[in-house]
């Protein structure tokens, strides 16, 4: 389950109008949601609040071994009217799960940013700050995000410790984004890390209008993107090269929703190829398979998430309509459509070909999100159950 603060800088991306989604860094990630999800260690606990539509605060307080905690501030010069109230929160927005990929959209014409006040220019680009200070170890986390132009971002992060080499690393990434493709340039203190990756959308181009679907009800339809990704250490002078590739289905497909990734890494002969599915309104199945072509080592993972729904309307509401209904003599008043439903939960499961098994159990309860997670080792008959936790998060 996202954080808070994460959460919020996501309700940043929407409403400045950045798909984040649209990155070579995020094609696999609807396999990553169902089959490399975290489980919580130990028992963890999250206060946090969106003071103002500027402001936000985050503490957390954990124990795992010896007791932990954070304690997290975030400042956005962009308003944000999101929800923030943890009993209120869409839990499709925190729970990351199936992604269905969604139209590319038109981008904003840099002219739609200008303004102008007496025959001068006053916009000013919208920016975020995030600072985290974890104790007790004392390490300083910090994030400035900034928008350059309705198709560029700057994002620099950094981190102070002193157990890393130099007390901290800094990382600068740049982001720029077409629709139709998207390059990312990046730089790293840490071994003087140089890396640039780029996606390509094929089909229709978003700066050439809207995309309308087709009406064609027996046509497959989805999107096929390409993308790869060039890194080098200047200091440790190594590098690397990956190429991956992406088929989803888009809203408009009527068969069932599906996504399917290939990953090569050609300098360590690492093949991967994910295959993820819709099967039914409130189930996701995916799998995953990883090959070798050096040591020819391979490694298959299963995994899926069934999702808990309740409707929306009290039981006491529902009586009531049934006993208003019993007297109607006009059937085609009754049936007047599917009651509304919320998310109740979501359980996820996950195992590999040496029989490790998660789990993971994510919901609310009143006004509190919750995520209950185990992981076990079958093989290890003298301990199968290797982690358990829980971790509690309240936001207003």
């Known amino acids: 389950m996202l954080e808070f ?59 795992v071994g010896l007791v932990d905690g954070s304690l997290s501030y975030l400042y956005t010069s962009l308003p944000l009217q999101t929800t923030s109230r943890s009993g209120k929160i869409d839990l499709h927005d925190v729970i990351h799960g199936y992604r269905q990929i969604q139209e590319l959209r038109r981008p904003e014409e840099s002219w739609m940013w200008e303004v102008w006040q007496g025959g001068k220019r006053t916009d000013k680009r919208d920016s975020l700050l995030y600072g985290r200070l974890y104790l007790p170890q004392s390490t300083l986390e910090a994030l400035y995000l900034r928008r350059i132009s309705p198709s560029q971002q700057l994002k620099l992060s950094a981190v102070s410790d002193g157990r890393l080499r130099n007390g901290g690393t800094i990382l600068a990434l740049h982001q ?16 003087g890390l ?26 497959f339809y989805g999107r096929f993107s390409a993308g790869a990704e060039m890194y080098y250490g200047s200091l440790n002078k190594s590098g690397g090269v990956s190429f991956g590739g992406r088929f989803a289905t888009l809203p408009a497909h009527k068969g069932v929703p599906l996504t399917a990734t290939l990953t090569l890494n050609p300098l360590m002969g690492n093949l991967s190829t994910t295959y993820a599915v819709k099967a ?117």
């Open 176 to 191: 720029y984004d077409t629709g139709k493709y998207s390059t990312e340039t990046l730089y790293s203190t840490d071994g």
């Open 5 to 63: 603060m994460d959460y919020i800088q996501h309700a940043f991306y929407d409403v400045s109008r950045w798909n984040y989604e649209n990155s070579y860094s995020q094609l696999t990630a609807t396999a990553r949601a169902l089959l490399d999800f975290e489980t919580p260690r130990g028992l963890r606990l999250n206060l946090s609040s969106l003071s103002s539509p500027n402001f936000a605060t985050s503490y957390a307080i954990g124990s």
């Open 280 to 396: 039914g309104k409130n189930l996701a199945l995916c799998s995953k398979f990883d090959f070798n072509v050096y040591s020819y080592e391979s490694e298959v993972k299963l995994g899926c998430e069934l999702w808990r729904m309740k409707s929306r309307i009290p039981k006491e509401n529902v009586r009531s309509m049934a006993a208003k209904l019993e007297w109607r003599l006009d059937p085609a008043e009754e049936n007047s459509g599917p009651e509304p439903e919320e998310v109740a939960g979501v359980l996820k499961a996950r195992v590999d070909q040496n029989w490790k098994i998660g789990l993971l159990w994510e919901g609310r309860i009143k006004e509190l999100l919750f995520t209950l997670g185990s992981s076990i080792d079958m093989k290890r008959k003298d301990q199968p159950l290797r982690a358990i936790g829980l971790e509690i998060q309240y936001s207003s």
């Open 194 to 219: 140089l890396g640039l990756r780029g996606l390509y959308n094929f089909g229709p181009d978003p700066r050439e209008g809207d995309i309308e679907p087709p009406r064609t009800e027996d046509r």
